[in-house]
């Protein structure tokens, strides 16, 4: 058999002394000794941050030593309202017991990300507090950033806990709702066999596994799904509804499998003990959201009597290769073009999504859809994805694409930055990559993680 090729994500705190460096990485221009093309670089970016980018005020990089040395201040491991605590007591240290830090305008700064984005197709984009708010397992510890694809994390602790990535997805493209339930209880089952019979690569590895047994049971196949209805990516209402049929199946699965083999170890404490459901929403959420809502205060009732068998249960995966084994489109996201050439390490694949023969006018080219609608078609699902889905978005830079009303308009800086302003708004946890169709003949930058895809 064959081994894929490894790949290396390395994450850095967006308050880091050292950001304006590490965002060049990846760039074609500079010292060529101080770029690393072989690392995925990702940013962990906190909500305060983002206030000041929306409001355009200054941002401190200080250096984490000086911070700990001198504050007594630990800054990784902060989120939420314990962050912007401490970091506002760093600021008023400046010139007195901090010395090294460089001051910033935050949305100068978020420029800076977004031109590297558009060369590069990174950084990787992780919303640290969202992703923190979301975690199950706050009693143990906290979530530093994502894995290689952005979908799969939980807590780490160096040396003793790695995280590990258990998925599989459903092919969406060849299911029906009521399928779903003995589908879904299959997935997570053997997600869940498969951390008794496999041998993890190293001791933190299994540590982890045998803890919290986060598995990940995601989709694809989406855009086959909607074109076969005759639906579009702005029919919330109809994604929304077959997510929260998917989200509710696989924790009903992980739930019947605490009851047969007990409940994850550190499930005592958790945010599943206290009643609270997908994302450590409360069930009053549930109440107000769900279509089907008593089931789900059913279900919190039974979680905090049996337990449940996975802290993590879904998340979605960009499934560029496996879904043409599948013969289904990649993921969650519209299919790039009705037909096109991908390009990969071993050669070029054709790609024709299936359904095009009877579907052909419903399937949304990604390449011409604004990226606004994918994003809001992706936090509708992330209310019931409890870990988090591979957002990757693609800009066209032609004229005529967005703006039917004016042809020669093309899409601008302000516009990619609205969009991004409102993936974290709208709470998707993480962005993959981004993607642009350059203005000379449609050429793509920023190509697929094929050493990645699941």
Request: aromatic share 10%.
């Amino acid at each position: 058999m064959g081994r894929r090729a490894g790949a290396v994500t390395v994450s850095l705190d967006i308050w880091h002394l050292d950001v304006t460096e590490f965002l060049e990485m990846q760039t074609e221009n500079g010292d060529q000794r101080r770029k690393a093309y072989d690392i995925f670089p990702q940013l962990v970016i906190s909500d305060e941050f983002m206030r000041r980018v929306v409001h355009c005020e200054d941002w401190v990089l200080v250096d984490p030593y000086e911070v700990r040395t001198k504050l007594g201040i630990e800054l990784a491991p902060l989120w939420g309202e314990g962050f912007e605590l401490a970091y506002r007591q760093v600021e008023n240290s400046l010139d007195k017991e901090i010395t090294l830090y460089k001051r910033v305008n935050a949305r100068e700064l978020f420029k800076t990300i977004m031109r590297s984005q558009v060369e590069t197709g990174m950084p990787y984009l992780a919303f640290k507090d969202t992703i923190n708010r979301a975690n199950p397992n706050k009693h143990e510890g906290y979530i530093p950033g994502v894995n290689l694809c952005v979908e799969s994390f939980s807590n780490v602790v160096p040396g003793q806990l790695a995280h590990t990535c258990n998925l599989n997805s459903l092919n969406l493209a060849n299911l029906e709702l009521d399928e779903l339930p003995l589908i879904c209880e299959t997935a997570v089952r053997l997600l869940d066999n498969t951390i008794e019979i496999t041998h993890t690569p190293f001791e933190a590895s299994a540590a982890h596994n045998h803890r919290y047994r986060t598995i990940g049971v995601g989709a694809m196949g989406l855009a086959d799904w909607i074109a076969k209805r005759h639906l579009s990516y702005s029919n919330l209402n109809e994604i929304n509804h077959l997510f929260e049929e998917i989200g509710y199946h696989c924790t009903h699965a992980s739930m019947k499998l605490a009851q047969e083999r007990g409940a994850y170890t550190a499930f005592p404490g958790s945010d599943w003990s206290q009643g609270k459901l997908i994302g450590s929403k409360p069930v009053e959420w549930f109440k107000e959201n769900a279509v089907q809502p008593q089931r789900w205060e059913q279900l919190a009732q039974d979680i905090q009597t049996y337990g449940i068998r996975n802290s993590h249960i879904t998340a979605i995966a960009p499934n560029t290769s496996s879904s043409l084994v599948q013969g289904c489109t990649a993921s969650v996201l519209p299919t790039y073009s009705r037909f096109f050439y991908d390009k990969w390490a071993k050669g070029t694949v054709p790609i024709a999504p299936p359904f095009i023969r009877d579907c052909f006018w419903y399937y949304p080219e990604n390449k011409n859809l604004d990226q606004r609608t994918v994003i809001r078609a992706v936090a509708a699902m992330q209310n019931w994805i409890d870990t988090g889905i591979s957002m990757e978005l693609l800009f066209n830079l032609n004229q005529g694409v967005y703006f039917p009303e004016d042809p020669e308009r093309c899409i601008q800086a302000k516009d990619i930055f609205e969009a991004l302003i409102l993936a974290w708004e709208q709470g998707c946890k993480a962005v993959y990559y981004i993607r642009t169709i350059q203005k000379d003949g449609y050429k793509e930058n920023g190509e697929a993680c094929s050493s990645c895809a699941n």
